[in-house]
């Protein structure tokens, strides 16, 4: 049989021991349910341009993908051509308002950089940097600011 002391000993080691590894472990899994989540935005987010390349190749008369000098277009081809950048600026301001922090490291800097060079790729098309103040328009504040820092680094960069 156990005496009183043994179980008063027992009830020390628990909380001693006990206590902090269950804490740990917990803290561990808030970690690993965290970075879960963040891989699953940034997947759902992926999966979003993925689509949007689609609509881009869905018309390659817009000539989208290509840096090539700007074509004439129709009035029909313009509108295209802005609705497909409202979807793209819509996606934009979706990543950086899930996934952007300033304080990022890691994983998460990796993936928000990815994210990054899609808008400073796009941010390098002078028919897209023109269309940015129509397009900001009643967008998030911080993000506004944010493309529009990547814009104007791009075009400093390539005049």
Known sequence: MIDKDTWELLS???TVVGLPLAIVTFMLEQRKERENEDEEVYQLLA???TDFLK????HPDLQLRSHS???VMTAEQEERKLVLFEILISLFERAYLLTYDPDM???RLRRWMSWEDYMREWCLREDFR???PRLLVG???DFVAHISRIAQETRSNHA
């Open 12 to 14: 020390y080691v628990v």
């Open 47 to 49: 999966d979003n341009y």
């Open 55 to 58: 609509l881009v190749m869905a």
């Open 69 to 71: 000098e700007p074509l």
């Open 105 to 107: 490291r890691g994983k």
């Open 130 to 132: 023109q269309h940015l």
């Open 139 to 141: 967008e998030d504040a």
